[in-house]
């Protein structure tokens, strides 16, 4: 697919910005319509939300009218919360990394990234094997969902602000 260059990085731009809106919109409106689009704390799982949410927008926003257009999108947008995931894991949870330009910057990486990547494909995206990032995608927004609701116990779900996330080493 082919996407002018200022469309994606001004759709880039701006899903980055909805991404830092949405980290204060509980804060500014808690309730459980919000809690569903912003972390309700500062745990790993909550901030995969500042992806899913903007990236799904701006690939629907990008997509209208493109027939099998969205395919690639939704192939990379789990890819990404999983990136996500493991580079904070890395930083806040084995290094007990604080520092939030690093927090910022891993997040503006791995969204640069998401716009990136999905233009490098190349189509037609038809078949069965193309309805997996759909799927992947509706089970990630119900785990998101679910586990806004009820969080299980360990460490990627724990509040980091309040507990501290450093893992000790082993000497």
């Given at each position: 697919m082919i996407y002018p260059k200022r469309q994606l990085i001004l759709t880039c731009a701006a899903a980055i910005l909805a991404g830092c809106a949405l980290h204060f919109l509980y804060q500014?409106?808690?309730?459980?319509?919000?809690a569903l689009f912003s972390p309700v704390n500062e745990s790993l799982?909550?901030?995969?939300?500042?992806?899913?949410?903007?990236?799904l927008g701006a690939a629907l926003f990008l997509n209208q009218g493109r027939p099998g257009g969205i395919r690639p999108w939704l192939l990379v947008l789990p890819l990404l919360c999983a990136l996500t995931l493991a580079l904070g894991w890395v930083y806040n949870v084995m290094l007990g990394g604080e520092a939030m330009w690093v927090d910022i910057a891993i997040?503006?990486?791995v969204m640069v990234l998401g716009f990136w990547l999905p233009p490098r494909f190349s189509g037609p995206f038809k078949g069965a094997k193309w309805l997996l990032p759909v799927?992947?995608?509706?089970?990630?927004?119900?785990?998101i969902a679910w586990f806004t609701l009820y969080p299980p116990k360990g460490l990627l779900f724990r509040d980091l602000a309040t507990v501290g996330a450093w893992l000790p080493l082993p000497c």
């Open positions: 500014w409106m808690p309730n459980a319509v919000t799982w909550e901030h995969i939300k500042l992806v899913f949410w903007p990236y997040y503006v990486l799927l992947v995608t509706v089970l990630l927004a119900g785990l």
